[in-house]
């Protein structure tokens, strides 16, 4: 299965994960819907809608889980019949990711949910210490970033 | 108390069984178990309900029938499963040196009485 990151880090485990876990297809990105990694996706416009749907599902079920519960949901499992996806948040030094894993009848949630645990513990181990200045997200970097990355995922020129 | 609760405590009562677990053999999840401790339920169920999904699919492709009773012997420890007609399977873990006929015996009649 092809995968692209534009963090380094995250390649070996995520690679480790979706072979495991036999997964259809998997997505690493921010919980602001900047994608980090992907995995079995083939067009630029996959990555993009997922992304955006991935952390405005996160969001929502986050803030749902806040009203009915006092906590946020941290994860989300949907069933469909022929395929499943399983959304759960990844802690790492780097701040919190959101990790979106589509897989079908050759997995199971349990063993997705198995090699998820595995994947959270080797991408906190790997992931580097965040940069002590950090620049404030404002929409003209989100859409910049956003290109650059896409554009390093599916190895095409970045254009600003 | 669930309706697995007699099964599981029957099984786990045989020598040198570790755990004992009813698991969903689609989604690989708990349904009920009994653990000893330090054994991971969670983990346990999600790869005995996939090996026993790939067991009874290798048989039907062979054209052997149905899955009758499924062993893995480890160097550790052994696996063994049953599955009926539901989505449910019952799985033990045990030590080498258990005996795995009891073992069986006791995995059919928990069989019997979940269907």
Known sequence: MNIATVEPWVEAPLRRFVDDARARLALLLHPSGQVIAQAGFTREVDVMSACALAAASHATAGELGRRVDGHAFRSLHYAGPERQLFLSPVETARGAYICLTVFNAESSLGLVRMYFEELCTELAAAAPPLPSIRQPTIAADFELDLNRNLAALFGRPVTS | ?115
């Open chain 2, 1 to 115: 108390m669930t309706p697995f609760t007699s099964i599981l405590e029957s099984l786990s009562r045989q020598r040198g069984v570790r755990a004992s677990l009813v698991v969903s053999e689609n989604d690989g999840l708990v349904v009920d178990s009994r653990l000893r401790f330090g054994q991971d339920g969670d983990r346990v169920a999600a790869l005995a309900a996939s090996m026993y999904r790939k067991a009874r699919l290798s048989a039907r492709a062979a054209r052997l029938g149905a899955v009758a009773f499924l062993q893995l012997d480890a160097e550790r420890g052994r696996v063994c499963a049953v599955g009926g007609r539901s989505d449910l399977v019952i799985v033990v873990v045990a030590d080498p040196a258990a005996n795995v006929g009891l073992i069986r015996v006791e995995l059919f009649k928990a069989l019997e009485s979940l269907e």
